[in-house]
């Protein structure tokens, strides 16, 4: 069983930065490819980007590439979220959750374990 404990959340101005943390336990973290989700209030969850289980292949939607970055540590059992740019869109509670496997899209289209989300507010 992975458990999954996100960090590095809260207020910030538009304009500004966050960096998110996720980090595992309970399992092989470096087969499993990581993504990061968000779900603002009134909408569905969304994916927001992924990384395979190497670090060499991310995915990004459209509206957060250029301004967010996903990493991983494998040694650390982490995978990080660098947010710049930030706007009140960016504004949700954001998940991080773990694939089936390790390619950077089987984590898009399933999710085998979610974190609890950590808040990310950014002002006008």
């Known amino acids: 069983q992975v458990q999954l404990v996100e960090s590095g959340g809260g207020l910030v101005q538009a304009g500004g930065s966050l960096r998110l943390s996720c980090t595992a336990s309970?399992?092989?973290?470096?087969?499993?490819?990581m993504g990061w989700f968000r779900q603002a209030p009134g909408k569905e969850r969304e994916i927001v980007a992924s990384?395979?289980?190497?670090?060499?292949?991310?995915y990004y939607r459209e509206f957060v590439k250029g301004r967010f970055t996903v990493s991983r540590d494998n040694a650390k059992n982490t995978v990080y979220l660098q947010m710049n740019s930030l706007s009140p869109e960016d504004t949700a509670v954001y998940y991080c959750?773990?694939?089936?496997?390790?390619?950077?899209?089987?984590?898009?289209?399933?999710?085998?374990?979610w974190g609890q989300g950590t808040q990310v507010t950014v002002s006008s």
């Open positions: 959750a773990a694939g089936p496997s390790g390619g950077v899209t089987d984590v898009v289209r399933r999710q085998n374990y």
């Open positions: 309970g399992g092989v973290f470096r087969l499993y490819a």
């Open positions: 990384i395979s289980w190497s670090g060499e292949d991310t």
